[in-house]
């Protein structure tokens, strides 16, 4: 799997505390590895974001990605946020 990065997602980790930006970085050694494993809470969002997926770094943390080759191939982290920031 190779995973890239939108600028927006950069900016938006940049901007968490640090014990948050430690959380992201461990949860995405996770999904590398175990895209579905049951941490992570895996799951297609609907509606105008039905292109996205969405993951859990705990708490109130969510990672939305896309695929841009099916299977996982490669994937592409678009934004991070809390629930509210996000939806």
Known sequence: ??????????KQFEKLQRNEQVRVIEVLKLFANEPFAEKLRNHQLKAKLSKFRSISAGGDIRLHYYEKEPNHVIVVFVAIGSHSELY
Do not use: S
């Open 1 to 10: 799997m190779k995973i890239e990065y939108h600028r927006n997602f950069t």
